[in-house]
């Protein structure tokens, strides 16, 4: 397989199509579908157009890969090597006009989160990682990744992408964190992410993931020192209930208190 460094080369071209693909339609007049019978789940020709754009490089690149993604299905799920794709993470808030959407680009190898990409075209920022090593490029500077630190709850700051996607069973105990931490933000999605490798906050505590979620993210906020697991502190590879923790002494007391609502 690929080194590191031409996985990111490559993850570049990918990122460069699909915000071709995606940016004539941000901020623009634009139909909205709902992919659920009940509730909301939206989709639209940007999410389409940016995954077929990508699954074409790779296809062409990686004609022996499997390929898992949001809005265009999975072929060769039982490849070594997986591309799990999410065009747009965050097509609510790309439908508000908000520019904390991004495209996860995540590659698994033997079923592991290996490499990960966010690209956030609009702001020009994308954020890279191996599990090893992770590294943010903005306006086409260079900047190395590190998770801060923060042993307690009590200090850290919090995000999460809506308190109302969490369960009753679930609601009470993530409440309860909340009341604890210094400060909490929402409708972060992949963003929230970013920001724990970068050192600006300390924990994302998610529920009801899917892989196009995670894959991605996972080797970020590894690479840069941090931690991410299931609630049970099992492999995020499959998504569900998801915790991301700059600090591991705070990933461990996190994962204590969330034990009892852990599926």
Same mark, same amino acid.
């Given at each position: 397989?690929?080194?590191?460094?031409?996985?990111?080369?490559?993850?570049?071209?990918?990122?460069?199509?699909?915000?071709?693909?995606?940016?004539?339609?941000?901020?623009?007049?634009?139909?909205?579908?709902?992919?659920?019978?009940?509730?909301f789940d939206p989709v639209t020709v940007a999410d389409r157009a940016g995954e077929s754009a990508i699954r074409a490089l790779i296809e062409e690149r990686y004609p022996d890969h499997g390929i898992l993604g949001e809005e265009h299905g999975n072929v060769r799920l039982d490849a070594d090597h997986v591309w799990v794709l999410d065009p747009i993470d965050g097509t609510?808030?790309?439908?508000?006009?908000?520019?904390?959407?991004?495209?996860?680009?995540?590659?698994?190898?033997?079923?592991?989160?290996?490499?990960?990409?966010?690209?956030?075209?609009?702001?020009?920022?994308?954020?890279?990682?191996?599990?090893?090593?992770?590294?943010?490029?903005?306006?086409?500077?260079?900047?190395?990744?590190?998770?801060?630190?923060?042993?307690?709850?009590?200090? #850290?700051?919090?995000?999460?992408?809506?308190?109302?996607?969490?369960?009753?069973?679930?609601?009470?105990?993530?409440? #309860?964190?909340?009341?604890?931490?210094?400060?909490?933000?929402?409708?972060?999605?992949?963003?929230?992410?970013?920001?724990?490798?970068?050192?600006?906050?300390?924990?994302?505590?998610?529920?009801?993931?899917?892989?196009?979620?995670?894959?991605?993210?996972?080797?970020?906020?590894?690479?840069?020192?941090?931690?991410?697991?299931?609630?049970?502190?099992?492999?995020?590879?499959?998504?569900?209930?998801?915790?991301?923790?700059?600090?591991?002494?705070?990933?461990?007391?996190?994962?204590?208190?969330? #034990?009892?609502?852990?599926?």
């Open positions: 397989m690929s080194s590191t460094e031409e996985l990111a080369s490559f993850a570049d071209r990918l990122c460069e199509a699909s915000a071709r693909a995606i940016l004539p339609h941000f901020r623009a007049e634009l139909a909205v579908e709902n992919k659920l019978s009940q509730g609510r808030a790309f439908i508000c006009g908000l520019p904390t959407w991004g495209t996860l680009i995540g590659l698994k190898q033997g079923g592991r989160p290996m490499f990960g990409v966010i690209d956030q075209p609009f702001v020009r920022e994308r954020f890279y990682g191996d599990g090893n090593t992770a590294w943010r490029v903005s306006h086409g500077e260079r900047h190395p990744l590190k998770c801060r630190p923060c042993a307690r709850l009590d200090d #850290a700051i919090m995000c999460t992408t809506h308190p109302g996607l969490f369960s009753d069973s679930e609601a009470s105990v993530v409440n #309860a964190i909340e009341a604890r931490v210094r400060t909490t933000r929402f409708g972060t999605d992949c963003y929230g992410y970013g920001m724990v490798a970068a050192g600006q906050v300390d924990l994302v505590i998610e529920t009801g993931l899917q892989a196009y979620d995670i894959v991605a993210l996972a080797p970020i906020v590894e690479g840069a020192g941090g931690a991410v697991t299931t609630w049970t502190g099992g492999s995020p590879a499959d998504g569900g209930q998801i915790v991301a923790s700059g600090d591991k002494r705070l990933h461990d007391e996190v994962l204590g208190l969330l #034990a009892r609502v852990a599926a």
